[in-house]
């Protein structure tokens, strides 16, 4: 159960707010349908609900607000705007990455496939999806983790009928299943035919909150439905009596023999189609345009191959009114009506009693029967699933690895990388008088940084920059939460692609370098483990700082420009400190500590304490230590004051 109460938006400058105090209740078991022209604040609704738009106002899923419920994609199910995937992710390892993420187990992804038709298409690119097919995947991904509560905003918007009978017959089974299902239209057509409870809204602001039946019989426009072979002739008729009465009345001729009259009664149209000999096989009041499964009011029909509606009482017609001609296929009248004095049918009259214009209550259940394929599909929703309430600490790390591997970007940068290092290496043993450590690692002393580490930076960065800017884990939340586990989730697997970048680029490097100029050029230096040392954890440290600043800032741009500021701007400054007189060293730190801990290394461990850090004291490593300290005190406050909020 939904239960929203005065959601009210923040005012914009000088203009009203676009939702002023909407109030209403989504009860379980129902289809409930929020009705608006465009721009009455539908989306703004469902915004303020899900509390990705600021305002003001209380909303309540099952007795609790959304920041209080500790998996939000178990309990609600949203669908906004189109399906916020990278268009370069498969369909099926969207959903793949989604279960990860959510917990549930990856068979789930297949299985909601199957339910929503897209299995011929699960290894299709999410940028190449249709808008029926995105309508469809945003379904599956609302479903996924088996919420109680369905939010979606108009999810039949590029759908075909049959899509959206398909569609409607999924909400209605999630409904009888026990489900709360929430839905958007501006059709009232759509509203009447699939909901249960009808919620008005007009320029921001509640009209109406009323169940279909009583939706149906006093908001929906009246009309009179006519099935005659001689549509268009009466059609025609009808259009020129209205014009010299000077009565508003609209003709529609909609598909075959069928006609829509607004406007007028069954008496006027069946006097006028007896008037002209016109035969008539149903005149129907109907409670408005309801497609083509309308709620019949009151019905008269007379079938035969010769018979006529004699109507009892003319039509009232209010001479101030001024007829409007909205149909172009009946221009040419005197044409129609010529027609129609030459034409003659003999038969017998049937005389039928006038019916009551006032319409009766309409029936109870509003929504139509549905087609076999539509029967089909009430019980076609994917089985239950027992999604396990103690949080894994493998869930976050699944969900980064099918997000890193699930696109092509992560294999292109490591290519591009290896390929420009090589070139370096190649350029820097050409021109001569360049280090060995530094020819291995392809960095010239002009680069502030190596292309290896420039890349791990990149992939970084892209950690948190495309989650921001293809917000998949978060369509309930409007960004991605920031909790520790992920993060720890991204540094882990970044530092595992930079350490394997790292070793890829210095492997290639020396390989190329042996097959041009030989051995002289590829061998190790005395001082390698050191090198090594340093060498990882300058690629490492740049992918965190990515990963950090990303994060902070929300961009990928961010992310790299922060790996870039620590030899452009931060190695200055820590150099101009280093040489300040009163900044003391860290050499013999290892001896220092033992004599204080009075505590004897194992197997030789100081060597490699001082190593690390001789390492730590470069102005690099100091840089590096102090940006990722930095990057990581920001992204922690970010995180409690989010919280907090």
């Keep these: 159960m939904?239960?929203?109460?005065?959601?009210?938006?923040?005012?914009?400058?000088?203009?009203?707010?676009?939702?002023?105090?909407?109030?209403?209740?989504?009860?379980?078991?129902?289809?409930?349908?929020?009705?608006?022209?465009?721009?009455?604040?539908?989306?703004?609704?469902?915004?303020?609900?899900?509390?990705?738009?600021?305002?003001?106002?209380?909303?309540?899923?099952?007795?609790?607000?959304?920041?209080?419920?500790?998996?939000?994609?178990?309990?609600?199910?949203?669908?906004?705007?189109?399906?916020?995937?990278?268009?370069?992710?498969?369909?099926?390892?969207?959903?793949?990455?989604?279960c990860a993420a959510t917990g549930v187990p990856v068979r789930r992804a297949d299985e909601v496939l199957e339910v929503v038709g897209l299995v011929s298409l699960r290894d299709e690119r999410l940028g190449t999806l249709s808008r029926g097919m995105d309508r469809r995947l945003g379904l599956a991904c609302a479903l996924l983790a088996d919420p109680?509560?369905?939010?979606?905003?108009?999810?039949?918007?590029?759908?075909?009928?049959?899509?959206?009978?398909?569609?409607?017959?999924?909400?209605?089974?999630?409904?009888?299943?026990?489900?709360?299902?929430?839905?958007?239209?501006?059709?009232?057509?759509?509203?009447?035919?699939?909901?249960?409870?009808?919620?008005?809204?007009?320029?921001?602001?509640?009209?109406?909150?009323?169940?279909?039946?009583?939706?149906?019989?006093?908001?929906?426009?009246?009309?009179?439905?006519?099935?005659?072979?001689?549509?268009?002739?009466?059609?025609?008729?009808?259009?020129?009596?209205?014009?010299?009465a000077h009565c508003s009345v609209e003709v529609v001729q909609e598909d075959g023999n069928r006609l829509s009259v607004y406007g007028s009664t069954c008496a006027h149209v069946g006097e006028a189609a007896f008037r002209h000999g016109i035969l008539i096989h149903q005149l129907a009041d109907e409670t408005g345009d309801m497609g083509s499964n309308p709620v019949v009011m009151a019905a008269v029909g007379v079938v035969g191959a010769e018979a006529h509606v004699e109507a009892s009482a003319a039509a009232d017609c209010t001479e101030a009114d001024t007829y409007t001609d909205t149909d172009d296929s009946f221009d040419n009248l005197a044409e129609a009506e010529a027609e129609a004095e030459a034409e003659t049918e003999v038969g017998s009259e049937a005389e039928v009693e006038r019916p009551d214009t006032t319409p009766p209550p309409a029936p109870a259940q509003s929504p139509p029967l549905p087609s076999p394929r539509a029967a089909d599909a009430l019980s076609a929703l994917p089985p239950p699933i027992s999604v396990r309430s103690a949080p894994s600490p493998l869930r976050p790390l699944r969900y980064e690895l099918r997000r890193a591997a699930g696109i092509s970007t992560g294999f292109l940068t490591g290519a591009a990388v290896l390929v420009v290092s090589a070139l370096t290496a190649v350029l820097l043993a050409r021109v001569g008088h360049t280090p060995q450590a530094r020819l291995l690692a392809a960095w010239p002393a002009q680069l502030p940084l190596p292309p290896a580490a420039l890349g791990a930076g990149l992939l970084g960065a892209l950690a948190f920059g495309d989650e921001f800017r293809h917000p998949a884990l978060a369509a309930d939340r409007g960004t991605v939460p920031r909790r520790l586990g992920m993060l720890t989730a991204k540094l882990v697997v970044a530092a595992f692609t930079a350490l394997l970048l790292a070793f890829l680029t210095m492997g290639c490097n020396a390989e190329v370098?042996?097959?041009?100029?030989?051995?002289?050029?590829?061998?190790?230096?005395?001082?390698?483990?050191?090198?090594?040392?340093?060498?990882?954890?300058?690629?490492?440290?740049?992918?965190?700082?990515?990963?950090?600043?990303a994060g902070v800032f929300r961009s990928t741009t961010a992310g790299l420009a922060a790996v870039l500021a620590v030899p452009v701007a931060v190695v200055p400054l820590v150099q101009a400190a280093a040489e300040n007189t009163s900044v003391r060293t860290a050499a013999g730190l290892s001896v220092r500590l033992r004599e204080v801990l009075l505590v004897q290394w194992p197997f030789g461990g100081e060597r490699y304490l001082s190593a690390a850090v001789r390492l730590v004291a470069q102005p690099v490593g100091w840089a590096l230590a102090l940006s990722l300290t930095t990057l990581l005190c920001a992204y922690l406050f970010t995180t409690l004051r989010s919280r907090v909020r």
């Design 148 to 244: 109680h509560t369905l939010v979606l905003d108009a999810p039949a918007d590029g759908l075909s009928s049959r899509e959206n009978r398909w569609l409607h017959g999924m909400l209605r089974a999630h409904a009888d299943q026990g489900g709360t299902v929430l839905t958007t239209t501006t059709d009232p057509k759509e509203a009447a035919r699939t909901a249960d409870q009808v919620v008005t809204l007009k320029e921001g602001r509640l009209v109406a909150d009323q169940d279909a039946a009583d939706f149906a019989r006093t908001r929906l426009r009246p009309r009179v439905a006519v099935r005659s072979p001689h549509a268009a002739r009466l059609a025609a008729l009808l259009t020129k009596e209205a014009r010299t």
């Design 513 to 549: 370098l042996y097959l041009l100029y030989g051995r002289e050029f590829a061998k190790v230096p005395g001082d390698w483990l050191a090198l090594t040392a340093s060498w990882f954890g300058l690629v490492v440290g740049c992918a965190w700082a990515g990963v950090l600043a």
């Design 2 to 98: 939904i239960q929203a109460v005065g959601l009210t938006s923040n005012p914009r400058k000088a203009l009203p707010p676009a939702v002023d105090d909407v109030s209403f209740e989504a009860r379980a078991g129902r289809v409930t349908v929020l009705l608006g022209a465009p721009g009455a604040g539908k989306t703004t609704v469902l915004r303020l609900m899900l509390e990705l738009q600021q305002g003001r106002g209380l909303t309540y899923f099952r007795g609790r607000p959304l920041h209080r419920i500790a998996h939000p994609s178990r309990e609600v199910g949203v669908l906004l705007g189109d399906v916020p995937g990278h268009p370069s992710r498969t369909v099926r390892g969207h959903l793949r990455m989604l």
